[in-house]
């Protein structure tokens, strides 16, 4: 079965400052989401990767997908106190027949 | 549009109970997936829903099943309940090939 390795587990970051999250798949990757979650609540939909190569950006986020290295990499810029949560980024396993599969989850903490 | 709705948002039970979660997709999905999240096992894959089938299935045992209902409504049920059954239980609605829209989730403590 697939496996995401997410890096780091936490993080604690002075606002204003970048940051990187990390995700490595055991398997390849076909398909990459990411998701945000505040602490005991449900998902919020950040973005999704399909190709190698592929980079999306929204307000100050930025996800890449290198489909050799199997790897994803979600980068904030100028953290704000909006950023924390959880990070949690997910892939279909089993070409979908097994769900999503995801990593345990990046906690992000952002520092006034 | 509405979002996924997931009722009802927080529910105490006692081992050996059961329990029905209900969730209700964003309008004109007809997939909803299930997932169990605890801060041991992170989120787990349940089961899948697509047209009042089940389409896929996860590593749980059998007292966890579901069924989805023509207005692509589902319910989660879970029999016998465990204290490792505590946990955030998510829903999420899709289309076909795309994102999962999930739900605020159901927390469910057994005591």
């Known amino acids: 079965s697939q496996e995401l390795e997410q890096s780091p587990q936490s993080l604690i970051v002075q606002e204003g400052k970048n940051l990187t999250i990390n995700c490595t798949s055991s398997?390849?990757?076909?398909?990459l989401y990411w998701y945000k979650q505040k602490y005991g609540e449900g998902l919020i939909f950040l973005m999704m990767?399909?190709?190698?190569?592929e980079e999306k950006s929204h307000e100050k986020i930025t996800a890449k997908l290198d489909e050799k290295k199997q790897q994803s990499s979600l980068h904030i810029t100028a953290s704000q106190p909006s950023h924390a949560g959880i990070y949690l980024c997910?892939?279909?396993?089993?070409?979908?027949?097994?769900?999503?599969?995801f990593g345990k989850g990046t906690h992000l903490i952002i520092q006034p | 549009k509405a979002g996924v709705t997931q009722t009802p948002r927080y529910l105490i039970k006692t081992r050996g109970q059961q329990v029905t979660l209900s969730c209700s997709p964003i309008s004109g999905h007809r997939s909803v997936s299930w997932y169990q999240q605890t801060p041991g096992q992170g989120l787990q894959f349940l089961f899948e829903y697509f047209s009042e089938t089940q389409r896929n299935k996860g590593n749980f045992p059998g007292r966890f099943s579901g069924r989805q209902f023509s207005n692509s409504r589902s319910e989660m049920n879970v029999s016998t309940l465990e204290l490792g059954d505590s946990a955030l239980y998510l829903c999420?609605?899709?289309?076909?090939?795309?994102?999962?829209?999930f739900g605020p989730g159901t927390r469910l403590t057994v005591l």
């Open positions: 398997k390849t990757l076909y398909g």
């Open positions: 999420a609605s899709s289309l076909p090939s795309d994102e999962q829209f």
């Open positions: 997910g892939a279909l396993s089993g070409g979908g027949a097994d769900g999503l599969t």
């Open positions: 990767l399909q190709k190698g190569g």
